[in-house]
Each structure stands twice: as structure tokens, then as C-alpha cells.
């Protein structure tokens, strides 16, 4: 299994950037799909961002254009480049992973992920 801990949250002013880390320890990393979720107070959690093993990548139709994701094998560590933040980026953002290698595309649903962290606050203010 792999352990996961988030960093990179924080308060910033709309229109401002942030730039999520998650560390992973525990399993080869390498071979995890990973991906990054968020969670508002009184909603669901939804997908952001994914990333396979093999590199395809998904986005959420909200932050198309403005976050990127990558993953640096070499440091078992996930980003989430976020820019041109807005009030409703507001949430717990989450890293998840999974043994699973998807072929072809990288899935957005939480369901698909087995391991989770902690969860990593972002505040935008208008």
C-alpha cells in the first residue's frame, strides 16, 4: 500500500495561484494512477485532476485551462499547479492513488481510488 500527505495549501486572493505536493511512501509509486480531489463544506467530493501511470491526464471541466497536473517519479511526488484561482476553488483538497494502470485515460471519479490523504486547505477570497 502507499501512504500519501498533502502540502501546499493556503489563502490566496482570487486570481492567484497555488501550488499543491503530495508525497507518496510505502509502494512503487511509479506504477499508481494518482489523482487530486477537493471537497466543499455541504458538497460532494469531486474530481480535479488525474494522472495514470502511463501519463494520461483528466480534468475537471471547472479548472480546464487553469490547473495542471504532473508527477515527478523520481521524488514519488504529485503536483497540482493551480492558477487563476476563483472563490468556488475553495475546498479540502485531496491526493489519492491506486494500483490500478489505466489504459488510455485517467478517472476522475473517487471511486476508482483506494488510498487517500488528509487533505490540504485552500482558500480563496474574492
Known amino acids: 500500500q502507499v501512504q500519501l500527505v498533502e502540502s501546499g495549501g493556503g489563502s490566496v486572493q482570487a486570481g492567484g495561484s497555488l501550488r499543491l505536493s503530495c508525497t507518496a511512501s510505502?509502494?512503487?509509486?511509479?506504477?499508481?494512477?494518482m489523482g487530486w480531489f477537493r471537497q466543499a463544506p455541504g458538497k460532494e467530493r469531486e474530481g480535479v485532476a488525474a494522472?495514470?501511470?502511463?501519463?494520461?491526464?483528466g480534468y475537471g471541466d471547472s479548472v480546464k485551462g487553469r490547473f495542471t497536473i504532473s508527477r515527478d517519479n523520481a521524488k514519488n511526488t504529485l503536483y497540482l499547479q493551480m492558477n487563476s484561482l476563483r472563490p468556488e476553488d475553495t475546498a479540502l483538497y485531496y491526493c489519492?492513488?491506486?494500483?490500478?494502470?489505466?489504459?488510455?485515460?485517467?478517472?476522475?471519479?473517487?471511486?476508482?481510488?483506494?488510498?487517500w490523504g488528509q487533505g490540504t486547505q485552500v482558500t480563496v477570497a474574492s
Open positions: 489519492a492513488a491506486d494500483p490500478t494502470s489505466f489504459v488510455g485515460w485517467a478517472p476522475l471519479a473517487p471511486g476508482f481510488y483506494k488510498y
Open positions: 510505502g509502494d512503487t509509486y511509479i506504477t499508481y494512477s
Open positions: 494522472v495514470s501511470s502511463a501519463g494520461y491526464t
